[in-house]
């Protein structure tokens, strides 16, 4: 469920979430619950950044053209192998 969530929706929880367990009014159980539950939200927010910058960086790199090119995360190590060696 969590990885269908909008970027914009994680990121609200996320802070609703650090908001709880800043006020220390939850148990110990209850705060370990929102906890993992946060850094599932973490996890999510950071794999769409990088798709997100994936995406910028095939639309930049394309030849000096700007085309738009879908990234599709299993061909991911590939480019990756390819940025490293031309740095």
Do not use: Y
């Amino acid at each position: 469920m969590e990885k269908d969530i909008k970027f914009e929706k994680a990121m609200e929880r996320l802070e609703e979430i650090v908001q709880g367990l800043e006020k220390g009014d939850l148990s110990l159980e209850d705060s370990l619950k929102i906890f993992e539950e946060g850094i599932r939200l973490s996890q999510v927010c950071m794999a769409k950044l990088d798709e997100a910058e994936k995406k910028v960086e095939i639309l930049m790199k394309e030849k000096g053209k700007t085309v738009l090119k879908p990234f599709l995360p299993e061909t991911a190590g590939d480019e990756n192998k390819d940025k490293r060696s031309e740095d």
